[in-house]
Each structure stands twice: as C-alpha cells, then as structure tokens.
C-alpha cells in the first residue's frame, strides 16, 4: 500500500536570496513605486521587498525600498517626518490634481508672492485635508481612484494632516510657483497645491513633485534607479548597497536588555520600567514612545512604554554578526 505524501502540501520555500536591509532608490518620473520594488527585487534576486512609502508615478526622489526583516520596520519609516519640493502651475485645475489629469477647471487670477505667503500659515500645522479623489483610500471597500476611473462621484471626507513647514521658495514665472514641504505620515501634497491655489482664488494643480526625505533616509543615501537595473552587459547590483535594517531605526531610542529580559521579550512577557531604573533613555517618551531592545549589538525588536510597562511591540531578532545587505 503506498504511503501518503507527507511533503505534499508542504509550502515551497521563497525563490531568491535571503537579503535584509533598504536599498534607497531615486525614482524618476513615470514609473509606480510597485514597479520600482518589482525591478529591484529581480535585480537583487531578493525573497522579499516592500517599499516605504508610495510616490506618484509623475513624482521623483526618495524611495525606501525593505528587503527581509526590514519590511517589519517599514511601519515605523512612514511615520517619519518626509520632505518635498513641488512646483504649482496656477489657472488650471486637474482630476488628478497633478499633470497627468484631465483639465476640469481653469482662472485667470494668478497671485502675488505677498499673496501667497498670506495664506501659508492657514496650512501649516495640524489641519484638516481632503486627499485627491485619485488616490488610494477606501470608500466602502473600494479604492477612490478606481470609483474615479470608473465615472463615478468620489466623496472624500476631509482627515487630519501635520505639516511642520510650508515654505513658497521661488517664482519662475507668474504662472508657477515652487515650495518646500516638512510632513508628517499621509499628507497628499498634490491636496496641498490644489488647496493653495483656491486659497489666493485661482485653480492650480502639481506640474512636478520631488522628495527629499522619509524618515532617517536622506538623498544622500539614494540610488538612481537606471544604475541599479540589469541589462545584457551589466553585472547584478552588490547586496553592499544596501542598509543596515537598524538604519530605519535610528530615531528610536536604544536600550541596553540582559539574556533574561531578552527571553522574556520573546515570550511576549512586559518589563516593568522599575527594572530597568537608570537605563530608559532620557528622551524617550513615559507614556506611549517606542524603544530599540538591544542585546549588546543586537537588535532585538521595538518595546512601547505605557502606564510603567515595557511592552514587547514588533520583535525582529537580527543576529549580531549580520552585515549590511548580507545574507541572514
């Protein structure tokens, strides 16, 4: 009698390497963030990618992209402070709110310098924001810009938004106008210009948006995307490219844990803060901040502090001997 299969249903172990790390990439224009995490991950022949934070296919700059366990910390990059330069054409309003819509407005009224820096001040800070009906947030269970590619009225509620600094630094012309953009997590810069333009009475959409920054990542860090694609005569990107997962980290907060609290961290088990009197950071915060568990140089995971607890929130555990970009 033949024996059952036991392997049968045993799933099937991911193609590719096994790489962890961010791989920093300069998108150009014309191209979705997806796609730019797909061309990567062939190139590296990675398991896994994801990326930090979505741009607009027209948008350029700034995009993380996660290999490995460090998509486990792409949560904690989108909640970073990002920075932008985008430029507003007035006298033109788009579907899209960008250049790649359809023209559903336009006026002649095209503002001063004075005017426009009068009106700033109402959008920085904590406001309230409408993001553009093409975009991804979900309107009973469909996403907005499918409803809008479909014909369909999109009804989009205002939500809150935090932008630290909104700067107008220069005028190339008396149709367009070029800011620089320090955010917080979900701010539509494409909602910002449209917003502006109705501010100083006229209509206006983005003509080109660039970002600067996610979190940790600077343009220092990036890579353009061409440089990193493999063609016939070119050899496959150096997983050296790539950045600690720690790098993603580096905002929060380390503290020092012994072998003990370690094992109690993995079994999900809380510290009380009166255990680890004298070695919480002083900048962390008491009631709700996150903290990075290290055993000597080894990442353990994210732990939150609340009402005089250590909580185990996202456990990692990258070996200590791990290189950048290297295999786990």
Request: glycine share 10%; aromatic share 4%; proline share 8%.
């Amino acid at each position: 009698m033949n024996q059952p299969n036991r392997h049968r249903h045993r799933s099937k172990k991911p193609k590719g390497r096994e790489l962890d790390g961010w791989l920093i990439v300069d998108k150009p224009s014309g191209i979705g963030s997806t796609d730019v995490v797909n061309k990567v991950k062939r190139a590296f022949d990675a398991q896994k990618a994801g990326h930090g934070g979505t741009l607009d296919p027209l948008a350029t700059g700034l995009l993380p992209v996660a290999f490995g366990a460090a998509t486990k910390t792409v949560p904690y990059v989108m909640d970073g402070t990002k920075t932008y330069h985008f430029t507003l054409k007035f006298g033109e309003a788009r579907d899209t709110d960008d250049a790649d819509g359809a023209v559903i407005a336009t006026s002649d009224v095209r503002p001063t310098d004075a005017e426009i820096e009068a009106v700033l001040p109402g959008f920085r800070g904590d406001i309230m924001q409408v993001p553009p009906i093409y975009s991804a947030i979900k309107i009973g269970g469909e996403r907005a810009y499918d409803l809008a590619r479909d014909g369909q009225v999109v009804e989009i509620a205002a939500r809150p938004a935090r932008v630290d600094r909104f700067d107008l630094i220069s005028r190339p012309d008396g149709d367009t106008a070029i800011f620089h953009v320090e955010s917080g997590k979900g701010v539509y810069m494409r909602s910002l210009a449209r917003d502006v333009a109705k501010a100083v009475g006229s209509v206006g959409h983005i003509t080109a948006l660039r970002r600067l920054r996610v979190g940790p990542f600077r343009m220092e860090h990036a890579i353009p995307l061409d440089s990193l694609l493999v063609t016939g005569d070119t050899p496959p990107p150096s997983p050296d490219l790539l950045l600690p997962v720690t790098t993603a980290l580096a905002d929060i907060p380390a503290l020092a844990v012994t072998a003990e609290e370690a094992a109690r961290l993995y079994q999900g088990q809380a510290i009380s803060l009166v255990d680890l009197m004298g070695r919480v950071p002083r900048e962390a915060d008491p009631e709700g901040g996150l903290l990075r568990a290290m055993a000597g140089e080894r990442l353990l995971g994210l732990c939150r502090l609340e009402a005089g607890w250590m909580q185990p929130e996202r456990l990692i555990q990258l070996e200590p001997g791990q290189q950048p970009g290297g295999e786990a």
